[in-house]
Nanobody
Framework: QVQFVESGGGTVQPGGSLTLSCKASGSILDYYELGWLRQAAGKEREGVSCIDSEGGATYYKDSVRGRFSIFRDYGHHSIYLQMDSLKPDDTGVYYC???????????????WGPGIQVTVSS
C-alpha cells in the first residue's frame, strides 16, 4: 500500500514563492526515488525535479533550474519542492511520484500522488 499526502499548493503572484510538501508512506518506497512532475492545462505532463536515494544527484527541468530546489527526508519518505521567483508558466497540477531511477519521463514513474494545484497569477 502506497500513500501520498501533498500540501503547500495555492495561488501566488508572479515573483512569489511556494513550498510543496509530499509525505509518502509504504515500505516499497525504500527502493524508489521520489520526484515532482506537473501538468498545465492543455499540455502533457512533464518532469520538474527528482532526487535520488543518496540526495546527491538531482534532476531539474531547464526552465526551473536556479528557481526550484528539491529536498528529501529519507526516514519518512518525504520530499519538498521550494519554488522561488514563480512565473505564470509554472501554473499547473503538481504531482509527487516514485520511480526506480530518477527520470525526466512521466512514463517511468510507478506510483503517483493525487496532485495539487499551483496557480501563479497577478
Amino acid at each position: 500500500q502506497v500513500q501520498f499526502v501533498e500540501s503547500g499548493g495555492g495561488t501566488v503572484q508572479p515573483g512569489g514563492s511556494l513550498t510543496l510538501s509530499c509525505k509518502a508512506s509504504g515500505s516499497i518506497l525504500d527502493y524508489y526515488e521520489l520526484g515532482w512532475l506537473r501538468q498545465a492545462a492543455g499540455k502533457e505532463r512533464e518532469g520538474v525535479s527528482c532526487i535520488d536515494s543518496e540526495g546527491g544527484a538531482t534532476y531539474y527541468k531547464d526552465s526551473v533550474r536556479g528557481r526550484f530546489s528539491i529536498f528529501r527526508d529519507y526516514g519518512h519518505h518525504s520530499i519538498y519542492l521550494q519554488m522561488d521567483s514563480l512565473k505564470p508558466d509554472d501554473t499547473g497540477v503538481y504531482y509527487c511520484a516514485a520511480t526506480k531511477v530518477c527520470s525526466t519521463s512521466p512514463s517511468d514513474y510507478d506510483y503517483w500522488g493525487p496532485g495539487i494545484q499551483v496557480t501563479v497569477s497577478s
